[in-house]
């Protein structure tokens, strides 16, 4: 998908990043280790990658948008509280980058990324798939390390029992 209008972009990275971060939330120090084999990504990593990517990939487009440092020791790799701390920060920065200096014409401009050439359009919407599909990895190994998951595109399994329904099977 091409975005096309900036706004229908911000609609959709408002859901997608308010659901990517309830998922941050529900993360615990010792979870952040959670791996779904020994030689595996571990759910922290995957967290941190999702955060780091917003000001990598918007960084490739010339946008400064916030991202952690990780070389600047600031950052505790196995702290769930830094991790959703820095989430929401470059989610907001996002937002606010993009309203300050994008508009519709923006979207069309392309830039090198990663050895193709993108329009804008495409990779925001490239950016909010990234997202889901690496928060769909975290809500796997959130159940192998006992976390309740949230919903996004409908109820989870705690949130159906919750509202005193029998969860799908």
């Known amino acids: 998908m091409l975005y096309r209008e900036l706004n229908e972009f911000l609609a959709d990275w408002e859901y997608e990043s ?3 971060l309830k998922v941050m ?5 010792a979870s952040m280790e959670q791996k779904v084999s020994p030689e595996g ?3 922290g990593f995957i967290g941190w990658h999702i955060t780091e990517s917003i ?3 918007m960084g490739r487009t ?3 948008v916030f991202s952690p440092d990780f070389n600047a020791g600031k950052w505790e790799m196995n702290s769930a509280a830094d991790l959703a701390e820095c989430y929401k920060n470059a989610a907001e920065s996002l937002t606010d980058k993009l309203k300050a200096g994008w508009d519709n014409d923006t979207l069309k401009v392309e830039d090198d990324m990663y050895g193709e050439k993108w329009k804008r359009g495409t990779t925001l919407s490239i950016l909010i798939a990234h997202q889901a599909h690496h928060r769909g ?3 796997v190994l959130m159940r192998q390390a006992g976390l309740k998951v949230p919903g ?3 109820p989870s399994k705690e949130e159906w029992i919750a509202m005193g329904m029998e969860p799908m099977k």
């Open 18 to 20: 308010t659901s990517t």
């Open 25 to 29: 939330q529900q993360l615990t120090n």
């Open 41 to 43: 990504r571990s759910l």
């Open 55 to 57: 000001g990598e990939m």
């Open 62 to 64: 010339g946008l400064k």
């Open 137 to 139: 990895q975290m809500t």
């Open 152 to 154: 996004f595109y409908g």
